[in-house]
């Protein structure tokens, strides 16, 4: 084997080892992080850590971009002392030296970033009651909190609660969870503008009364009590959760507001292209 040819195969090795998989999963983790934590602090009043995340997600976004450019100019050098062609498959790798054949061979991991735990999706499956498979593509990326927010609001409307359960399941809990803190003031505002006046406590039930139909058709597994909680926090009512005994999921809480939303917006037949909502968003 010629003195290139040895140096392609160890250009190659180089590029393969290049963990790019092991950056895009834990920038994936560092982002779904944020997302429990902005649950966390808005039900807590606290403000800390945010951004110390978000910095780190930045961090990690810079280092798999710069690896990625490193395996890009790899392939090109090596394409330009012309050991390979764009679009070849990468060269085999170098017969091991007498010394080496009794070592252990490093097993070579596909370059696919592996996917986050599913435990969104599971409990989704719960709260919607379905679970067909979904057809989900690697490299799809889910919309804003704000534009996942309009389509779960439309579908609400159209009392499709399939097509509802997709969005949410493609969401993730990076963008999924950010639907409780992005819903809170709606609920509350959509919520007076029903009732014609300001929500009070003692407005919950007659609330719930007229949600229920749409919420129930969209989220049948959702906790009973639930809906009186997201109500009950926006007509300022006391805290109930604790008498139920249970803790709120935060998938619960996040489908759960998003959903009301939808129904209050289809109460009061005004389209979910008509909320104010910040477009502006981390992706």
Not at 51 to 56: H, T
Not at 239 to 252: C, F, S
């Amino acid at each position: 084997m010629s003195v290139i040819q040895e140096l392609g195969a160890t250009l190659n090795g180089v590029s393969a080892g290049l963990p790019l998989s092991e950056l895009r999963l834990a920038a994936d983790r560092v982002q779904a992080a944020t997302g429990l934590l902005g649950y966390v602090l808005h039900t807590s009043g606290r403000s800390i850590g945010l951004s110390q995340l978000a910095a780190a997600t930045t961090h990690l976004e810079q280092a798999f971009a710069t690896l990625a450019r490193a395996q890009e100019t790899l392939a090109e050098y090596q394409l330009a002392i012309g050991l390979g062609v764009a679009g070849a498959t990468p060269a085999a790798p170098l017969p091991a030296r007498p010394e080496e054949q009794d070592r252990p061979k490093p097993k070579v991991e596909p370059k696919q970033a592996p996917a986050l735990d599913d435990w969104w999706e599971t409990r989704v499956d719960v709260v919607t009651g379905l679970d067909d498979p979904v057809d989900k593509k690697q490299d799809e990326k889910p919309p804003p909190a704000a534009e996942l927010l309009r389509r779960v609001a439309t579908l609400v409307r159209r009392e499709e609660p399939k097509p509802l359960r997709v969005q949410l399941w493609k969401a993730g809990p990076a963008i999924g969870l950010r639907l409780t803190a992005l819903c809170a003031p709606l609920i509350q505002e959509l919520s007076g503008e029903l009732l014609g006046r300001k929500p009070g406590p003692a407005d919950v039930p007659e609330l719930r009364e007229r949600l229920d139909k749409l919420t129930v058709k969209a989220l049948p597994g959702l906790p009973p009590q639930l809906p009186d909680i997201l109500l009950g926090r926006a007509c300022h009512a006391e805290p109930t959760h604790g008498n139920h005994g249970v803790p709120e999921h935060p998938v619960d809480s996040a489908t759960g507001s998003a959903v009301l939303v939808g129904a209050l917006l289809a109460t009061l037949r005004r389209p979910p292209e008509s909320l104010s909502l910040p477009e502006t968003e981390e992706k």
